[in-house]
């Protein structure tokens, strides 16, 4: 059983003095950033040598720039050069100085493993000897970023594994073309990786725990196996990039839940360093992607729908909190799991889309039983869906986060963000316990697969001298910041 999350008695801001005309106010203590992931946004210096800018060790380097990658017009990935990125690893103390000076209080970052491991050292599973093999410039920049957090106020938001992984833990290309004789083969491995990811994140709270509390492990899981392993296409194609792996799907989700509760041990073991003062070293969470899912049909729709919330959804909310476990993936739990219970201490929600689902004949018969729906995905704004999720997560009684939150029609953006806060505003007033919000994205970045066709910024930028230029969605969101709530 659940227990629902308290009603709210007031917002705090409730008691604070406001500017005149502001009706829905934000707690005091909310945070207010943006995020960011260090594959999209840190490649492209200005000025910096590529050897001292690019990344070229991970897997999705590889995908993004392997010719029998971006030469497969059924795997939709761009190939747009990385080097158009935002440059953010140089610029990144000039950027910190514009969140500071919009009032933000929070960043959402991300560590690269394979910045930090390039080849994989002589023990991977042994957290007090990675310090030896690990790139001391990629350890220093990361030290002087968190500082330059620290010293403009701004809350280190750290996701520890925001998708990519060293070449040396997954060979995205080489898996591709044959699953079942790669041997880095990735989340698909338990065994191997979950070991491996373990001990990296046991370094990165002894390392990095002076200078951070707030952690996150994974960045949409359910979101590797479906564009992954079970259907890749143009929104999102990823390494491996194949289709209809029903035992490995199985796997890969299997052993992202059971590796997040292996990093959330070992990030509580390596950081014991209150860095904020606020009482706990480490705070440690994961990141959802969560939709708004809407049958179709709400009588002939209303049990795949259901499904689609227990895939989407349910899968990691439950086993985290309770430990609820569904062997097959068949939209039932079969067994509680103690040793996964309460490895969580918040969540992180990811919402940007509503999902319409409908019946049809099973994609994966035998494979992935529960997915016998057919998933229409929109990036038209549907802000209610905001309030409909953080309303679902809530219910698992954890303090919640907006890890991410933004859209594509950035002509538009200024208005699609007022409602999408006011979406926010009704779930906190209703009683989610929500302490921050993230836009993405602070900049536009390297979307992926979609290279730079996407862009999401508060910023743009100029390709070549990487000049950042407000948007207007950036100059009303430093006015909510300021005013503390919405007209």
């Known amino acids: ?18 500017p005149e005309g502001i009706t829905r106010p934000f707690p005091t203590d909310f945070r207010w950033g943006t995020a960011v992931a260090g594959f999209q946004v840190d490649m492209g210096c200005a000025t910096w040598s590529d050897a001292d800018c690019l990344d070229t060790a991970s897997d999705w380097y590889q995908w993004v720039t392997d010719p029998a990658i971006t030469g497969d017009k059924n795997l939709f990935v761009t190939g747009q050069d990385v080097r158009e990125g935002p440059g953010m690893w140089e610029l990144f103390e000039k950027d910190v100085a514009q969140m500071k000076a919009d009032g933000h209080t929070s960043l959402r970052l991300s560590l690269e493993w394979s910045r930090l491991f390039p080849t994989e050292p002589a023990d991977p599973t042994d957290p007090t000897t990675l310090g030896a093999a690990a790139n001391p410039a990629a350890v220093a920049r990361y030290h002087e970023m968190f500082a330059a957090l620290r010293d403009a106020g701004i809350e280190p938001l750290v996701t520890v594994n925001h998708y990519t992984l060293p070449l040396w833990v997954h060979d995205g290309v080489a898996c591709h073309k044959n699953l079942t004789t790669c041997e880095a083969n990735g989340w698909v491995d338990g065994d191997r990786i979950i070991p491996r990811i373990a001990a990296f994140s046991e370094w990165a709270g002894m390392e990095f725990g002076g200078q951070v509390d707030q952690w996150a492990t994974l960045n949409e899981p359910f979101a590797t196996a479906l564009s992954g392993y079970l259907q890749p296409g143009a929104d999102r194609s990823a390494p491996p ?45 994961i990141v959802l992607n969560m939709v708004d899912i809407t049958p179709e ?6 049990t795949v729908a259901q499904h689609a919330d227990h895939l989407y959804h349910r899968l990691f909310l439950e086993a985290l909190t309770s430990g609820e476990w569904d062997d097959d993936l068949d939209g039932t739990f079969d067994r509680t799991r103690p040793e996964l219970a309460e490895h ?39 802000p209610e869906g905001l309030a409909k999720v953080l309303a679902i997560a809530a219910t698992y009684g954890k303090p919640l986060f907006v890890t991410e939150n933004g859209t594509p029609d950035v002509e538009h953006a200024r208005d699609i963000l007022d409602d999408h806060l006011a979406s926010l505003w009704s779930a906190i007033d209703a009683g989610a316990d929500v302490r921050g919000y993230n836009y993405w994205s ?29 948007r207007p969605a950036a100059e009303r969101y430093r006015d909510i910041v300021a005013q503390g709530g919405l007209e």
């Open 1 to 18: 059983m659940k227990l629902l999350f308290p009603l709210a008695l007031c917002l705090t801001a409730c008691t604070q003095a406001l």
């Open 241 to 285: 990039g194949l289709t209809l792996q029903g035992a490995p799907s199985i796997a890969v989700i299997r052993n992202q839940i059971e590796g997040h509760a292996r990093m959330y041990e070992a990030l509580k073991s390596g950081d014991t360093v209150d860095a904020s003062g606020q009482g706990v070293p480490a705070n440690v969470g």
């Open 297 to 302: 049909d709400p009588v002939a729709d209303a």
């Open 344 to 382: 969580v201490d918040w969540f992180g929600i990811n919402y940007y889309n509503e999902m319409k689902v409908r019946h049809f004949i099973q994609l994966f018969p035998d494979i992935v039983p529960a997915f016998d729906f057919l998933p229409t995905v929109s990036w038209d704004p549907h």
């Open 442 to 470: 602070y900049i536009d970045n390297y979307e992926w697969n979609h290279g730079m066709d996407m862009q999401f910024g508060l910023y743009s930028y100029d390709p070549i001298t990487k000049a950042r230029t407000a």
